[in-house]
């Protein structure tokens, strides 16, 4: 039962994350890649779509959300097998030592992936070195381990299933389990039964996805994510009072910078460079996008009001022809921060719908959301937005 | 005297789990490339720390709950105690760095929000646990009391 709910989660959790690395397009430039050693594990990758819009507010909610979802189910399933770990002889046959060797890789990479996840969505930076490489490569040793556990249990529990939809009880129930050390010899009468025991964690489970799903959503369902990093009220109130990254003094982004009288984007390209004050992009063609900010670690918010000048636009500004724009990198007035340059792909340049913007619902960015100008495109993970953008140069990467 | 060699076992068990050593070996590779103590600690330290620590805490907590109850002759009502408690503890356990406080100032600084709230509301969502089982706790108590006590206590 937990080993069915554990194998399509799992899976669920694998292959979204895989989408997650994905939707950074490590492949398009370095600056997008934070595991450029990946060799043959990028096998995968693919330009990532800008349509639907919401795709990576869907995937990367789903990852987060799930997991957090998952621990009880993970716990209790350690916690079932757990005296199988202390099963003698240690090793029967040369297989069966390996399955064991096998099995610290399963447990080790289960809790390794968990608990980094868990405690990179709350900034607890604890983990030894970076989030990305850490999460990614341990994610490939755990499904290793977990592809092959599957197959070599799933006749073992595809029989059990059937008994027990045969109303015959399990194999172990039915036939002793005599290589268990760790059976009690005279267990004390049973406080809950094996039904009760799954309720707790079904219980467990319903109460985590409770307290943490709404900080994927705007108003009242953010308020009952009681618990989680970007749950309960927003930073602010009014049209650029909705959830935040990074806040503009974390990043060291001053006032003096960013001011009408200093602050230039760059934009190059192959005609030249051309030099523009926030004033001067506000009297090119303005378009509005209606565009959630999703992060990677798992909240969003919901569809924001952006208007701003097309992505497409600005490449036509240094001898592109609109719908033949190329890649971009975008860079940041950031200094530090490892998304302070962010390349996009040639699609997402075109796409209408991404904006160099300038305003959100109604009113000029905040400080915190990216003024004086910031990029705004459809389906992207949050970090690929860059903030209080210094230079573009629009070229195949 | 023959040395005794373990039994092989079944050849496509070992060539299924030679395909997996393979593949998280090349990727355990690139895992270790960066702090390799660091991280084969975490690796192999949480299933330790799981099986070996928190595991057995859980079981020896748990115990003492079931022991003092059943000192008292109250052995069944332990999911009274065990339901909440365990619900309390899995949201201790997933959000302990927000709830702790350890990561106050980053988050406030990163967010703009106030790292304050999350411990007042993981206590609420205890004292909301705790008491919803000790109602149900009474109210079962008054109606057995008031249909004498079941047989068998």
Redesign the interface.
Same mark, same amino acid.
């Given at each position: 039962m937990l080993g069915l709910v554990l194998l399509g989660g799992i899976t669920v959790l694998f292959v979204t994350g895989l989408l997650s690395y994905a939707a950074y397009n490590p492949d398009l430039a370095s600056v997008n890649d934070k =595991?450029p050693? %990946?060799? &043959?594990?990028g096998f995968y990758l693919f330009a990532w779509p800008t349509h639907p819009y919401w795709l990576y507010r869907l995937t990367q909610g789903v990852h987060v959300t799930l997991g957090?979802t998952l !621990?009880?189910v993970l @716990?209790a399933k &350690?916690?079932s097998v757990?005296p199988k @770990?202390f099963a003698l002889p240690p090793?029967?046959? +040369?297989?069966?030592?390996?399955?064991r #060797?096998?099995l +610290?890789?399963l !447990?080790?990479?289960a809790? /390794?992936e968990f !608990?980094t996840g868990?405690?990179d969505v *709350?900034?607890?930076y604890v /983990?030894? $070195?970076?989030f990305y490489? +850490?999460h990614f490569?341990?994610a490939?040793?755990f499904?290793?381990?977990f592809? #092959?556990h599957v #197959?070599?249990r799933a006749p073992a529990a595809v029989r059990n299933a059937r008994r027990m939809r045969a109303g015959k009880g399990r194999e172990e129930e039915a036939g002793g389990a005599p290589d268990f050390p760790l059976v009690a010899p005279r267990p004390?009468?049973a406080? #809950?039964s094996r039904r $009760?025991a799954l309720w707790?964690v079904g219980?467990?489970s319903l109460?985590?996805f409770g =307290?943490t799903a709404g900080q994927c959503f705007d108003g009242p369902l953010r308020r009952t994510a009681? +618990?989680?990093?970007?749950g $309960?009220?927003d930073? $602010?109130s009014g049209p650029g009072g909705f *959830?935040?990254? %990074?806040?503009a003094?974390?990043r060291g982004i001053g006032a003096r910078e960013t001011s009408e009288a200093v602050w230039r984007v760059v934009v190059a390209g192959p005609t030249g460079t051309v030099r523009l004050s926030r004033a001067e992009l506000l009297r090119l063609p303005l378009h509005s996008a209606a565009l959630p900010i999703a992060c990677v670690e798992g909240w969003s918010t919901g569809d924001q009001w952006w208007r701003g000048v097309r992505l497409r636009d600005l490449a036509a500004l240094v001898g592109y022809d609109a719908d033949a724009a190329p890649d971009v990198l975008v860079e940041s007035l950031q200094r530090r921060g490892a998304f302070r340059e962010a390349a996009l792909r040639a699609d997402q340049v075109r796409d209408p719908r991404s904006l160099l913007a300038l305003e959100v619902n109604g009113e000029p960015l905040t400080p915190?959301h990216g003024y004086p100008a910031r990029v705004i495109a459809p389906a992207v993970p949050g970090v690929l937005n860059t903030k209080w953008v210094a230079r573009m140069t629009f070229g195949d990467l | 005297m023959r040395a005794v060699l373990p039994p092989l076992g079944s050849p496509l068990q070992i060539l299924l789990l030679a395909c997996s050593f393979a593949l998280a070996g090349y990727a355990g590779l690139r895992l270790l490339s960066g702090d390799r103590l660091g991280v084969a600690l975490w690796f192999v330290g949480a299933a330790v720390l799981h099986d070996l620590v928190f595991l057995p805490l859980y079981a020896a907590v748990d115990r003492a709950v079931t022991g003092g109850l059943g000192a008292v002759g109250r052995r069944e009502r332990t999911l009274y105690v065990r339901v909440p408690a365990t619900l309390s503890g899995l949201l201790l356990l997933v959000w302990f760095p927000l709830i702790s406080g350890r990561v106050a100032t980053r988050y406030e600084s990163f967010t703009g929000l106030s790292a304050d709230g999350f411990a007042a509301r993981w206590l609420l969502v205890t004292a909301v646990l705790f008491g919803g089982s000790a109602l149900l706790l009474a109210l079962r108590s008054r109606r057995e009391g008031r249909h004498g006590p079941p047989a068998g206590r």
């Open positions: =595991t050693d %990946k060799g &043959l594990l957090i !621990v009880p @716990l &350690l916690w757990a @770990l090793a029967r046959s +040369l297989a069966h030592a390996l399955e #060797v096998s +610290l890789l !447990v080790g990479g809790l /390794f !608990v868990v405690l *709350q900034l607890d /983990f030894p $070195g970076s490489p +850490l490569y341990g490939w040793v499904f290793a381990a592809v #092959v #197959v070599l004390a009468a406080t #809950v $009760g707790l219980g467990g109460l985590l =307290t009681l +618990l989680a990093p970007h $309960g009220a930073p $602010g *959830q935040i990254n %990074k806040t003094a974390s915190d | -």
